[in-house]
Structure formats: structure tokens, C-alpha cells
């Protein structure tokens, strides 16, 4: 189940880089601070992007700069947004005292209390305390997280502590400051008029030089790497440490599957790319999220065009804004200045004509190239196009007055008036173009009503195609059948001859032909609780990132659908067994579950004082350790604080934590005693609990969630870096053939009902659970179970799940599953006929919301990848009930949302397609066995 290595992953993803063997590169930079330190300069500005490597270049300055002559403190301003000044100053003064090493029979810090009062104690009484301990060496604060401290937010520390630096530091020679941002310096004007004259220097990319090293050092030893490996990962990463990183943490786990300690360009392939992508993907999101929206459509665009030409190389290449034009874009000021601005931010290159024929090349690139995959991958073109319609205020506040003018007696050519100066103020408003089409349609302007169609046709061409010929966009997309087995015989024989050295065809085969005869004593399925680890099947590469993310003291958040095995993969990691094979001595880890959910309602302080008291039952041999948590037990209110303090202890007895709490997505819900600030706080005290602080080496958390913690949470801005950046990213997703074979390997069974788990499970590993559950049963008791007796206690013992997925989806969620399911159906329902041959291009509109149920494991692809069908047939067949269950209530309120993203007449007849089958329930019936083989005898 899970191979034995002694070679541990030495690549570091999540966190930064603390140890100074593990650092390459940056030698002017740090060459620039120990010229302008030793120039007694006392400000030094770093501001970089995020990712780029600012912690980290932080906690190496003491390693390469200043000698005897200076004492480095790190501090952290991430979590003290929030803060009074007096707040920030006493854990400023209390971490100086910590770092330093002053004795505090020497030397106390002052109290939060006494600064309220007169904040001029820290630099009039604590400082110089401080400088008299020094001797003659200077005291260097590293302020990481900067702009935390640069909005305009008047109850915290920001309005008052950039004039309170900029006085200590005139008033004591021996104070110095290096201080990193994280945001563009021209986006932050306070920060410039306190430290105009200050030297500055931004943290950029690294040479080849120090990438390469970065790729190689960290492996020395254990993997040679080819000059085109190198090569091949700097054209993805661009020299960029974090992507850099991530790549080669990749390329480690796949050649060590492959038992191949020799990397050349074949490692670095697609399969690694797309898990470095998944693994990145909080850094990557912040990578888009934090630029303005004409910077993003312009983004995409360029991605996009470079796609174009690395499929069409003979073709002339479009620029961004000509590319844009074929999707109904208006260029404007805002796109004209975005790609220059794009390239001054260091997001994209500029390709001079004079390196390459102007007319083989796009004129810009993206400058990582991981990025530019990514973005093809998770934002399309199409989907970013759309925000441009919100960039004006005025012009959306002038089409809301203007649609309440529509549904009064106002003359349709007084509101095409109004709608067009909408358009004169936003020419990329696309719904009131719509509007004017249908508006001039209505009054029989058809050449107007053709120009404006023409136009909404590149935009839109579903919405569009009332006016205008067939939708000929290159993104329709075509229904597919989806593989099936006839019999298991002579399916699996077919696939033989197909693919003759498919082992899970031949294990089939010996299956059916010679059934094992073997007496089991009890059921070996799982159902209801989480699955022992003695039967955990499959999620190998998983499982060998979580104990790289362990091993590392980094931190994995890992997230799937209901079903996929989140808890049984958490429990598995409690496995003392599973952690010997990983080669990882258990006994110096303390392992502690907690599913989130337990705490009602959640509150931070219940959850910190749930964390101690489980550490407390998993040390009861150590006397020491129970003496301390026994003693903050005692305190009225558990804090994170509180938790550093064990960990402090856990590391000085060479030992760590690893966290593991499930169903982390509730410690996001606010309540009445739990708002979204204190979300804001909780999460960034476990950000800095994990990731900054002190006691991070004897820490490693594992969460589970529903969705990616990006999607989750309270609303980032750019003041800081994200809540979630401290984990790396992976998804639970569903088992694959293999996977099954293993999981229902000696089940004896019809090829009906083979071929009908496949349908109805979909690679759910709870619905298998089940399905194996009810077959070993009856197998057990010597019964023959029928196709139509395992199609009805399957419903019955996973109904709850079925619904449970349809009543989460939201209602343009549930409209997205009818057309789908109303898709399979056409030309099936025999009294009406309907045509939704161009629905496809509806899919291409609402593709976030297709993939994000995806994602869920509600919908698939086709293996063309050109179109959906359900996962479980069992979903599909409830989808068709629902429909048959409608009212007329129902009826009004989904023909709104159909009318939202379909043309009126195309809404009308999905509208009349479900009031015939709600209506016509026989009809469904005979129907419902196209879904597939067990779902039919569920009618």
C-alpha cells in the first residue's frame, strides 16, 4: 500500500527559508544593506511580490550581513493590523528582550497599560536600556509584513506608528530598520513621505546562477540533475524561488515513484506541472487577485495569446488588445495603459522585434511561465472579459435606474437614450448591450439591432443568436457517450485486445472466470465511520506529500467532496505503522485530531483550550509537560499564545506537533459570538503560529476542508498576505480504476452490476464503501442479489447523500445540472421535441461554476474533454426527479434564472420542457432508463 524511501523530499514549500544551507542567491541585495548599514543609513526599504522570498531574505540578514557590529530582530506585523500603538510597542519591546537575550532582572518590558498612558516610555526609557546592554553594537529591527501598517484604519496602530518609527529612529543613533512590503511602492504614499530619502531595493527574481542552485544544492547527493532538468524548470519558474520550489518538490516525489534518481527534461512533464499548479495554488491566486481588473483581462489575454501561437506558430500572432477585439471588447484608456503597467510591475516581459521577427511572436509574454498555465487552467479569457463590465460605478448606477425605467410606461426609444449613454460611459457594458440589441429588434431598427448583435455575438453568441446566424464559437462543444461495459466478460476481453497489458482487465477476467472461494468471517467494507489504515486503498502520492509537508514542518491543506475520504485519510496519518514505513520515528511527534465541528458553537478560545487539553491526554507520560498544560487549563481563556508556549517545551525535548483538524471550514462561520473579525484574527493567529513565529519547527498542521481555503473566508485586500499562504494546496480526488479494482478486489458479481457501480459511485469512495457493503452481505448469506434488489438497497442506504449534493448546490448550481441532464435526454422524450444543440456554449459561460462542481465530483468531463456528464448516474436520475416534481411557483422563479444566462426563446422551451415532464410523470419513467443500468430500477 505505501512505499518504504529513506530519501525525504528536501524542497520547502509553505513556509520560509530559516536554515542558511538551504538560501542561494541574493548576494547584491544583501551586499546593498551591509554597504548602506555600515553607511549608518537608518532606514533600508526591500519591497518585493508576494512569494518572492521577502521572510525569507529577512531571516537570512543576520547569516550575511553587519558581523559583530549589529543585533538583527525579526518581527512580524501581520497579526497586528488591528493592534493600538501600545499593543504594538509591548510585543515589539517584549521581542527584543526574547531575541536579544536580555535578562529581565536587567531590563522589563513596558506594560500595554503604562504606553496607553505615555507612549514615549519605549523610546525614552526601554530603548535606552536597551543600548546599554548593546555596548557598542546597534540594535536592527527586520519588520516583515510592512504595509499591514499603511491604510487609513484610524482605531489601530497604522495612524500613529509610522511618525512614532520615524521620531525613535532620529532620536537614537544606534536604532536602526529594514522594512519589507509586499505592495507596489507607488500604491503606498504614507510610507514614501515617511521614508523618502531611504535607500531601497526590490527582492526580484533570482539570476540563473542562484536558481540553479536552488534547484540542485537542496538535492546533493540524492538527485543529478541534467543541465536540460535545470534548464526545463527555470523556463516554467523564471528564477522565481517559491515556483522554483514548488516545481522541484514535484520532480522529487515523481522520480522517486519512478525510482529514478537521475532528473533530465522528461521529469519535468506535464503530470509534475500539474500538481506543482495545485500544490502553488494560494500563491498563485494572489499572483492575479491582487491586480486591478483591466491588468487581469489583459493578463488572461496575453496567456491566451501565447497559447494561440504555440498551436498556430505560423500564424501572425495578435496582440493582446487585437485578440481582445474578437471577444467584443471595446478597447479603452484603462487597457491601453494596462499591459505597460503589467511590465513595469514585473508581471510580463516585453519581446523586442529586433530578438524575433514581430510577426512569429506575441509583443508581450508572461514572465513564469507556471503562471501562464495556471491561469489557461482556472481563468479563461471569456470569464475575465466579463469584469470589465463592473469597472464604472456611474455607468452600472445609470443601467439599474434605467431597468426600472423599462418596467414602467417610459417609452422604449427614452430608454434606449439612457442605455446608450451607459455605453458611451462603459463601452464594455455587455448587458445593456443585450438590451439595446433586443430594444432595437423590438422597434424593427434592424440594422441597428444587427450592429449591436454583431458585436454581443463575440461576447456571447447563446444570447446572441436570435439576431445573428449559429453559434460558430471554437469552443462548442460536442456530447459525448461516456465508456461502457456490455458484460464484464466480454467488456474486459475488449479492453485486452485493445490495451493488451491493462492489468485491471486481467484481474477482472481471472475474477469472473474462476471466482475465489474463500470464507469470509466479517465484512470488510467501511460504512458511517472513517476507514481503518490497515484498509486504506490507494492516494499514494498524497500520502507521501503529507509526510514531505511533515517532515519539513510545513503545513498541507487538503480538500475534496463529501465522500472522498478527508477524515480516513487524517486518521490514517495517526497510523504509528503507516508513519515507520515513511521512515518517520512516530515517538518523536505528538499527533493530535480534532474535527472542528466538535466545537458548537466555535469559538477561538474553545478551540486553542480543545487543541491543549487533547495534547494533555496524548503526553500523560510526561510529568513536566502535564504539570505546565495543567496549569493553563487553569486560566480563564485559552489562547494561541498559550499553544507556543507547549510547543517551546515540545522542542526542547526534541519533539514536535502535528495538527490534524478536519472539517476546518468551521472555524469560517461567524456568528453571533464569532463575527468575521474574530474569524480575521483566529486565522492569523494560526498563520503566525505556524509560519512566523519562533515555535513553527515543532509544528506541522494538516486540514481538511470542502473547498480551497482561497475560496473561504473573509475577503482578502492587499494590505497583507493571505490567511492561507502557509499551506500548500491538494485535492482529494476520486479513486481511479485501479483504485476500485483494489477496493472491490474477491467481490464475486454480475457484469450488470460491475458495470452499474461504475456508473452510480463514480469513484466516490464512500458510495464504493457502500456498494462492496451490501454486495459482501449478501454474498455472505449465499444469496444471488439481483441488478434491480442492489439498485434499491444502494438508494436506500446513500439517498442522504444524493440529496445532501443537491440541496448544497445553489439554485444557478441546480439550473447548470437540468441542462445537463435535459441534454442526455433530448430526442428520448417522445411526445415533445426540444433542441439544445448549442447549450454547450451556455457551459462555456458559466465554466467556473461547471468547475467548481467539477471539482465536487458532481460533474465530469467526457473523455474527449468537450463536454459534462454526471459522476453518478444515481445523481443524474435524481436530478430528472427533481424536474418532475416541480410546481408552478418553482416554474416562475427558474425561468428568471434562466433568463439570466439564456436567450429568452431558449429559456422558454427548457421552461416547457420541464412543465411537460412535470406533468407527464410517465414520461420520465420511460425515459429514466437512458440514465444508466442500476438507476433504471429505481423507477
Known amino acids: ?51 518572492i522570498g521577502k521572510s525569507s531574505v529577512l531571516y537570512q540578514i543576520p547569516n550575511f550581513v553587519g558581523g559583530d557590529k549589529f543585533v538583527f530582530v ?21 521581542e527584543i528582550i526574547r531575541k536579544v537575550e536580555l535578562k529581565q532582572d536587567n531590563i522589563k518590558p513596558p ?39 499603511s491604510n487609513d484604519n484610524p482605531t ?23 522594512p519589507v512590503v509586499g505592495r507596489r511602492l507607488d500604491d503606498m504614499k504614507n510610507l514614501l513621505n515617511l521614508f523618502r530619502r531611504a535607500p531601497n531595493q526590490e527582492i526580484g527574481l533570482l539570476d540563473d546562477k542562484s536558481a540553479a542552485q536552488l534547484i540542485a544544492k537542496p538535492a546533493e547527493g540524492v538527485l543529478e540533475y541534467g543541465e536540460d532538468a535545470i534548464a526545463a524548470i527555470l523556463e516554467l519558474s523564471a528564477g522565481h524561488p517559491y515556483f522554483t520550489q514548488v516545481i522541484c518538490f514535484q520532480v522529487f516525489q515523481q522520480v522517486e515513484a519512478e525510482n529514478n534518481w537521475q532528473v533530465r527534461s522528461a521529469n519535468v512533464n506535464n503530470i509534475v506541472v500539474d500538481r506543482a499548479i495545485k500544490s502553488a495554488e494560494g500563491g498563485l491566486t494572489w499572483f492575479r487577485d491582487r491586480l486591478p481588473v483591466p491588468e487581469r483581462v489583459i493578463f488572461s489575454a496575453v496567456a491566451e495569446a501565447q497559447r494561440i501561437a504555440a498551436m498556430k506558430p505560423t500564424q501572425v500572432v495578435k496582440e493582446p488588445l487585437t485578440l481582445l477585439k474578437e471577444y467584443g471588447v471595446v478597447p479603452t484608456e484603462s487597457l491601453f495603459q494596462a499591459a505597460d503597467r503589467l511590465v513595469e510591475w514585473g508581471v510580463l516581459d516585453t519581446l523586442e ?26 481563468y479563461s479569457l471569456r470569464g475575465e472579459v466579463q469584469e470589465l463590465e463592473n469597472l464604472s460605478s456611474e455607468a452600472s448606477h445609470i443601467y439599474k435606474l434605467a431597468t426600472e425605467l423599462r418596467q414602467t410606461l417610459v417609452t422604449l426609444t427614452s430608454v434606449i437614450a439612457i442605455y446608450e449613454q451607459v455605453l458611451e460611459i462603459n463601452p464594455n457594458h455587455f448587458k445593456v448591450l443585450f438590451d439595446l440589441a433586443e430594444a432595437y429588434l423590438v422597434l ?18 447563446i444570447l446572441a443568436e436570435d439576431g445573428l446566424v449559429e453559434s460558430l464559437l471554437g469552443y462548442g462543444q460536442k456530447l459525448m457517450e461516456q465508456r461502457k461495459w456490455e458484460i464484464a466478460k466480454e467488456q474486459f476481453e475488449k479492453v485486452l485486445n485493445l490495451d493488451p497489458d491493462n492489468t485491471l482487465a486481467q484481474e477482472r477476467l481471472i475474477e469472473i472466470k474462476q471466482p475465489p472461494k474463500r470464507k469470509i468471517e466479517r ?11 490497515e484498509r486504506f486503498v490507494g492516494r499514494e502520492n498524497l500520502i507521501a506529500t503529507a509526510f514531505d509537508q511533515i517532515y519539513n514542518r510545513s503545513n498541507l491543506a487538503i480538500w475534496g467532496a463529501p465522500g472522498m475520504g478527508k477524515t480516513s485519510f487524517l486518521n490514517l496519518l495517526t497510523s504509528e505503522q503507516v508513519w515507520h514505513s515513511q521512515d518517520i520515528d512516530p515517538s518523536t511527534a505528538v499527533i493530535v485530531y480534532l474535527n472542528c465541528l466538535e466545537i458548537t458553537p466555535f469559538m477561538a478560545a474553545s478551540f486553542w483550550r480543545r487543541i491543549i487539553y487533547l495534547i494533555r491526554e496524548k503526553t500523560e507520560d510526561d510529568s513536566v509537560l502535564q504539570n505546565i498544560i495543567l496549569e493553563l487549563l487553569k486560566k480563564p481563556k485559552s489562547t494561541k499564545d498559550h499553544l507556543r508556549y507547549i510547543l517551546k517545551k515540545l522542542g526542547q525535548q526534541n519533539k514536535f506537533l502535528v495538527l490534524l483538524l478536519d472539517d476546518y471550514d468551521a472555524t469560517l462561520n461567524s456568528h453571533s459570538q464569532y463575527t468575521e473579525t474574530d474569524i480575521e484574527v483566529f486565522l492569523t493567529e494560526c498563520r503566525n503560529l505556524a509560519h512566523h513565529s519562533e515555535e513553527r519547527k515543532y509544528l506541522s498542521m494538516i486540514v481538511t476542508s470542502l473547498r480551497r481555503l482561497n475560496e473561504k473566508g473573509f475577503s482578502l485586500t492587499t494590505d497583507g498576505s493571505p490567511w492561507y499562504n502557509h499551506f500548500g494546496f491538494q485535492r482529494l480526488t476520486p479513486l481511479n480504476d485501479k483504485e476500485i479494482g483494489m477496493l472491490l478486489s474477491g467481490m464475486s458479481m454480475t457484469g450488470e452490476i460491475r458495470e452499474g457501480i461504475e456508473e452510480i459511485a463514480g469513484g466516490n469512495p464512500a458510495l464504493l464503501q457502500n456498494a462492496g457493503f451490501i454486495l459482501y452481505n449478501t454474498i455472505r448469506s449465499g444469496e444471488t442479489i439481483s441488478a434491480e434488489v442492489f439498485a434499491r438497497d444502494f438508494f436506500a442506504a446513500t439517498k442522504h447523500f444524493f440529496q445532501d449534493t443537491w440541496q448544497l448546490a445553489n439554485p444557478l448550481e441546480q439550473e447548470l445540472l437540468m441542462l445537463i441532464a435535459l441534454y442526455n435526454l433530448k430526442d428520448r422524450v417522445q411526445k415533445i421535441r426540444y433542441d439544445l444543440s448549442d447549450i454547450s456554449v451556455v457551459f462555456n459561460h458559466k465554466e467556473r461554476e461547471l468547475m467548481d462542481l467539477e471539482e465536487r465530483c458532481v460533474i465530469k468531463r467526457t473523455v474527449e474533454n468537450t463536454n459534462y456528464s454526471f459522476t453518478s448516474a444515481i445523481m ?17 422563479h427558474r425561468e428568471k434564472l434562466f433568463l439570466y444566462f439564456m436567450s429568452r426563446q431558449q429559456a422558454e422551451q427548457v421552461i416547457n420542457v420541464i412543465n411537460y415532464l412535470s406533468k407527464n410523470k410517465e414520461a420520465t419513467k420511460s425515459i429514466v432508463k437512458w440514465v444508466g443500468k442500476l438507476a433504471a430500477y429505481l423507477v
Open 1 to 51: 500500500m505505501i512505499s518504504s524511501t529513506n530519501r525525504k523530499n528536501p524542497y520547502i514549500i509553505g513556509r520560509p527559508i530559516y536554515e542558511k544551507e538551504l538560501f542561494f542567491g541574493r548576494d547584491n541585495l544583501f551586499n546593498f544593506i551591509d554597504a548602506n548599514l555600515n553607511n549608518n543609513e537608518d532606514v533600508i526599504l526591500l519591497h518585493g511580490q508576494r512569494r
Open 74 to 94: 525579526y518581527f512580524d506585523l501581520q497579526d497586528k493590523a488591528r493592534l493600538t500603538l501600545a499593543e504594538v510597542l509591548e510585543n515589539l519591546a517584549t
Open 111 to 149: 506594560l500595554k497599560t503604562d504606553l496607553e498612558a505615555n507612549s514615549e516610555i519605549f523610546s525614552e526609557k526601554f530603548l535606552p536600556q536597551v543600548f546599554e546592554n548593546l555596548g557598542d553594537r546597534n540594535l536592527v529591527l527586520l519588520l516583515d509584513e510592512f504595509d499591514v501598517l
Open 156 to 178: 489601530s496602530a497604522i495612524e500613529d506608528f509610522f511618525p512614532y518609527l520615524g521620531s525613535i529612529i532620529s532620536n537614537h543613533q544606534q536604532l536602526f530598520i529594514i
Open 353 to 378: 522585434s529586433s530578438e524575433l521577427p514581430l510577426e512569429k511572436v506575441p509583443r508581450y509574454r508572461l514572465k513564469i511561465e507556471l503562471v501562464r498555465r495556471w491561469l489557461l487552467k482556472r
Open 444 to 461: 424593427e431598427d434592424f440594422g441597428k439591432a444587427i450592429e449591436f448583435y454583431q458585436r454581443g455575438y463575440q461576447v456571447n453568441p
Open 523 to 533: 465484512n470488510p467494507f467501511t460504512i458511517g465511520q472513517p476507514v481503518a489504515p
Open 876 to 892: 443524474e436520475w435524481w436530478v430528472i426527479r427533481e424536474i418532475e416534481n416541480y410546481n408552478a411557483e418553482t416554474f416562475k
